[in-house]
């Protein structure tokens, strides 16, 4: 069983910078991929960023040149370094997990992000 803690998250000015954390335990022998989705009231989950261990990271088109995700593979953490927030980033934060073999993937609690004046 695979268990993701989050942190960070809050509530920030336009134009501010919040970075989230997320710490992978549990029966973890492979990753295939740990990132960030958000959910925002009334929308679909969608991918914000995601590290794959190729080495390549995806970003979502709304916040490239803004956010930069970073892994420490040694320790399965993620952190999102989100910069520049804009109202509309403004939504619940999941970090998720893809193992390696069959790709189970889990999903964080999620935490708060509002981006408001």
């Known amino acids: 069983q695979v268990h993701l803690a989050e942190s960070g998250g809050g509530l920030v000015q336009p134009g501010g910078s919040l970075r989230l954390s997320c710490a992978a335990s549990g029966d973890i022998f492979s990753i295939n991929s740990m990132g960030w989705y958000r959910q925002a009231p009334g929308k679909q989950r969608e991918l914000v960023a995601r590290?794959?261990?190729?080495?390549?990271?995806d970003y979502a088109a709304s916040v490239k040149g803004r956010f930069i995700i970073s892994m420490d593979h040694a320790k399965n953490t993620v952190a999102l370094q989100m910069d520049n927030l804009k109202p509309e980033d403004t939504a619940v934060y999941y970090c998720?997990?893809?193992?390696?073999?069959?790709?189970?993937?889990?999903w964080g609690q999620g935490v708060q992000v509002t981006v408001s004046s």
């Open positions: 590290v794959r261990t190729v080495g390549a990271t």
């Open positions: 998720n997990l893809v193992l390696g073999g069959l790709g189970h993937m889990t």
